[in-house]
């Protein structure tokens, strides 16, 4: 090949017309009279894929009984925040803006910036209330939506907590976890159970999966005992002295001559191969983690059991309730009620849950649903326990957790303390711990009510 | 015949204009309009279409006393100084070492040390979340076969760990892409400036210090430069490798830092301050590395 | 004698220097393959021996699989992520080229009205974090319909103020003589371009093209806003999605089958164009 300005180019030029005649190809996008944005590939396939009974899909029979086209589209977590935040920004209207989203909950809190009259989602109360269906679903998962007392979206998912840990190896330690009911007493069993293995030659099975340097297990343990670091009104209980004890007690969980716990294997969901080998022997597990480690853990089936979660008192929770996500309508929705009609179909209807129960086993938080035999088999995963009656158990009793666009901060405040705490527990012994955490944790509380006062929009 | 004539003036006088007219107009509309744009919304609070609010110079204000900033530009500058301080001797050493003229397969070993260049940062954050799993990644393995015992380190959730974590992705990526540059440079000195050298009796270190050095000085400074505005804009080799801010935002960055709090928080006028605040600091700092290169041409 | 015994031993001397250089530089080059030797390794084995062998079992080759690269090609669209990137990459290089070298040519070669503030702009620029741009950018891409587009990744990336500058400073060294020739012999401004001017930096087109190709090759934040379905995805958006879908995440062998097959084609590129791309390297116009 010869070309006056040399190969590289020539190459180039080649490769852009020849792969331009393939990539072109691609057949256009369809038009649709509804739009769903949605980012989780099980939530896609439940509207998408057809049932194998009947060979339709939920979008499919949506249209045959409406005469209305629905398209969704699957969106990257970030790329959907993205884009949406700015169409919300611009106040756009027309064919890009979705009519309805799903939004995860660490995500939600940036929607929720503007004030409650231009969150770019369509309140919800009104709607609910006019259709009956404020009380068919279990109050406390409204609250992550809401701002001002404002409902935003409809909750997919209740994801109680529980913790599954290794029954074969706690057995061979002769602890009997489950009979744990306070923090306390499970601690003591934990090292008990770190202790014995350390003789068998196990220096790094480690009774828990606690991270030691994040602050997203401590915001559960909060949750458990009422705590919001910030409420719906942005209002900061960091300094709380309930969230200093709190602290205290877990920073000796992974730190110090006490320790229990180890950090999960970063990256994917690799903490399954964690439990697979026995390096880490009990784990937090909302529903969803449950699902992971029965499709990327089958080795364990038979091996594993569920648990309540401990409690610090006797009023607390015991559970709490880790991640979610929310269906909302996008306020300048061309036909808000055609969207709230479909919306109803995805989350309400048995058809709708049944597509969902099909790619998940995620319980819903529309308590008619609960009743479904599916949720009350006896489970060979948990050696014959009927795990989601747990769930289910716990359900009415999860806290109420709020998001806001300062959670985020409040987070990484709590992870701020805690690395400190468990560099004093290094140096310095546990002594004096809960005094000087509460020291920081009032220093943190007035950065983080700077930052609030900072970041609140206010006309 | 006179009507060709015009024409043929027209077009030359023309022609700059018409070259650059495309550059310039997309130029415009891409990158300073939306720049321009970030410089006025820097000035506002804004939290939605009709909720903007001039604020003056509040984010600037509140951003100098924001302690995750800088926190963020603390880690950024480690990583920069850290990232320099070996890519460039190291560079340089591999560079000097495949220069021999006694070294055979010599394109091999070049195309061998320049080709992790061409791995991506999403990809290599994904290749090295594996090599730096805790338990069982072949990095962890690898140093408890050499130190004779289990070791358990957590490169990717220990806080003192993060930056460092990052660094050895990073060197891995870019050392062999300086030795390039370098091994341009050294084929580029003029040999009879060391057949002279020689003739006066310098020995290697001399000759290293009087001939090599400042041949390649100039691709030095190119390398340090760019090299350093380029580490204060690391963004997605973190990013994707923590998934977020890492172990106690140890893995923030400006850029990331600026990310989060525009799509984070949604707050678009704050994180386009932080981003003037960057380019003015990025701007400081290349001017004080020119100034000091200068500097040492004229001893 | 004593003569031979001496070279002799100067020839040892040179030998086992020569024998330690090499052991050196084969230890640094195993050291920075060894990544990709884990890599191509990985995509090769199952999810069960994945870490339980450092690079392959070799007492038992039957374990080696190709199922990572079939469930790549089956269950995702991955060859189509693949023509995606190339075209994309190609058609912005293409792009680039042409605009800078046309650019820098006439800030090289002319004086004009508006040259030095054009070269002053695009010199604050360059020391502008991208990211400051991108909420403007993407209203403005919204604004303009271009979101899901190729446009929106194709158009604004021609824009390349580093090819403006690098082809300045190189259109410096096309003698004005030889311009003022192809005028007398009635060439038009733009065949001077062309064929007097572009064949003289000719070195340099061919290590930029490869660096700017590989710049988009591995672009990352910007596509992934622009683009909102699977097929029209690119390579390293396909495989970022994949990590942050829970059926891959912890499948290594999948996202390694995917990252080599990523890499993979640039590689075969920059081997095959090796002498160009070092050609245009050291050719000394690179150092802006």
Known sequence: MSFHLGKPIAVMILLAVVSGVLALRTPPVERADLRVWAFAGSHVRSFRNPDPATGVSLIGLYQQRTGRSVRVDQLATRALDIRLISLFMNDTIGDDVPDLAEIEIG??????????????????????????????????????????????????????????????????????LAAAKTWAEFHEMCLAFVRYWREQGYPHRWALELPSSS??????????????????????????????????????????????????????????????????????????????????????????????????????????????????????????????DLLKFLYFSNEGLRARQRETMILPPMRAHWADPAYHQDDPFFGGQKANELFIELADQIPPRYVTPFSVFGTQSLATVLNRATAYINERGADGLQEQVQRWLNEEAEHLRRRVAFGEFDE | MKRQRSWWQLQARAAPYLFVLPFVLLFCAFQLYPLGRSLVISFYDTAGPRATRFVGLENYRYLLGDKLFWGALANTLYYAIAFLAVQIPASLGL???????????????????????????????????????????????????????????????????????????????????????????????????????????????????????????????????????????????????????????RGVTVVMYLYLAGFELGNLGYASAVGWLLFVIIMGISIMQVRMMRMTRED | MRQTAGTSARQMRRATASLLLHMMVLGLAAAALAPFAWLICAAFKSQADLFAYPFLPWHDLRRLTLENFRVLFTREPFAAWLINSIFLASTTTVLVVTLSSLGGFALAKYRFR???????????????????????????????????????????????????????????????????????????????????????????????????????????????????????????????????????????????????????????????????????????????
């Open chain 1, 107 to 176: 995500s939600v809190g940036k929607f929720f910036r503007p004030p409650v009259d231009q969150v770019g989602f369509l309140p919800l109360n009104d709607l609910l209330e006019r259709d009956g269906l404020l009380d068919q679903v279990v109050r406390a998962r409204f609250a992550p939506w809401t701002k001002d007392g404002v409902i935003f979206g409809v909750p997919h998912d209740l994801h109680p907590v529980g913790i599954t840990y290794r029954k074969d190896l706690f057995d061979q330690a002769g602890i009997d």
């Open chain 1, 215 to 340: 602050g997203d297990y401590l915001t559960l343990m909060l949750l458990q005992r009422g705590i919001n670091i910030l409420d719906d009104r942005n209002n900061v209980y960091l300094d709380d002295p309930r969230v200093a004890e709190t602290i205290a007690f877990y920073a000796q969980l992974v730190a110090g001559p006490k320790r229990v716990a180890g950090d999960a294997t970063p990256g994917g969901h690799l903490w399954t191969q964690d439990i697979v080998r026995g390096d880490l022997c009990a784990t937090i597990t909302p529903d969803w983690r449950v699902g992971y480690l029965r499709t990327l853990a089958p080795a364990l089936s038979g091996k594993v059991r569920l648990m309540p979660l401990p409690r610090f008192e006797p009023t607390d929770a015991p559970t709490s309730t880790w991640g979610g996500t929310m269906i909302a309508i996008a306020r300048r929705a061309a036909d808000t009620e055609a969207a709230w």
């Open chain 2, 95 to 249: 560079a000097l070492l495949l220069n021999s003229r006694k070294l055979k397969w010599r394109g091999f070993f070049r195309f061998a040390f320049f080709s992790t260049h061409l791995v991506g940062h999403v990809f290599v954050a994904v290749l090295f979340a594996a090599l730096l799993s805790p338990r069982q990644g072949p990095v962890n393995e690898l140093l408890s076969a050499i130190l004779g015992r289990q070791v358990e380190i957590m490169w990717l959730t220990t806080p003192s760990l993060a930056m460092p974590a990052v660094l050895l992705a990073a060197w891995w990526l870019s050392i062999g892409y300086g030795m390039i540059y370098f091994l341009a440079a050294l084929q580029a000195v003029d040999q009879s400036l060391y057949e002279a050298a020689e003739v006066d009796g310098a020995g290697r270190w001399a000759k290293f210090r009087h001939v090599t050095l400042p041949g390649i000085k100039p691709v030095l400074t190119f390398l340090i430069v760019v090299g350093m505005i380029g580490a204060l804009q690391l963004f997605e080799l973190p990013y994707v490798l923590f998934g977020g801010p890492g172990p106690n935002s």
């Open chain 3, 114 to 288: 508006g040259r030095g503030v054009l070269i002053w702009v695009m010199l604050g620029t360059m020391l502008l974090p991208g990211v400051v741009l991108l909420p403007g950018s993407y209203l403005l891409m919204y604004t303009i319909g271009w979101v899901n587009s190729y446009l929106a990744l194709v158009v604004p990336s021609a824009v390349s103020v580093f090819g403006m500058f690098l082809f300045m400073q190189a259109m410096r060294a096309v003698p004005d003589e030889l311009l003022q020739a192809g005028r007398i012999d009635g060439c038009s401004e733009l065949r001077l371009w062309w064929e007097v001017a572009l064949p003289i930096v000719r070195p340099m087109v061919g290590a930029f093209t490869l660096l700017t190709f590989l710049g988009s090759w591995n672009s990352y934040l910007w596509p992934q806003i622009i683009l909102q379905n699977e097929a029209k995805y690119t390579l390293p958006i396909g495989l970022a999605n994949m990590v942050a879908v829970p059926e891959y995440s912890s499948d290594y062998g999948v996202l390694m089958a995917g990252t080599l097959l990523s890499v993979l084609p640039v590689m075969v590129l920059f081997f095959a164009l090796q002498r160009d791309f070092i050609a245009g390297l050291s050719s000394g116009a690179m150092k802006g």
